[in-house]
């Protein structure tokens, strides 16, 4: 089993800056993935940035702005979010791709708010 802890979400001004942490823990498990998605109020989860043996893709909406990396020792994932705008706004959440016993299989953490306000 997967457990997923999330951090680093909050309140930010417009411009500013945000670093979101997702640490994936557990036995049995290889993690395989690691991404970021985002819900806003009436609108479906979207892929934010992803990141698969080194191969990164972003939304288009981000590139230039956002940047995904792993710490493949702790598997932790990074989402560091500059120049943020208002429409940054929403609930981001960490997607972990495993494999145990060659089965892939996904796993979506609790979610952590961002806030972009003046």
């Known amino acids: 089993q997967v457990h997923i802890v999330e951090s680093g979400g909050g309140l930010v001004q417009p411009g500013g800056s945000l670093r979101l942490s997702c640490e994936a823990s557990?036995?049995?498990?290889?993690?395989?993935?690691m991404g970021w998605y985002r819900q806003t109020t009436g609108k479906e989860r979207e892929l934010v940035a992803r990141i698969h043996h080194d191969v990164t893709n972003y939304a288009d909406s981000v590139k230039g702005r956002f940047t995904i990396s792993t710490d493949s020792a702790q598997n932790t994932a990074y989402l560091q979010m500059n120049s943020l705008k208002m429409e940054d706004t929403g609930v981001y959440y960490c997607?972990?791709?495993?494999?145990?016993?060659?089965?892939?299989?996904?796993?979506w953490g609790q979610g952590t708010q961002v806030t972009v306000s003046s």
């Open positions: 557990g036995s049995g498990f290889r993690v395989a993935a």
């Open positions: 997607n972990v791709g495993s494999v145990a016993t060659d089965i892939y299989f996904e796993t």
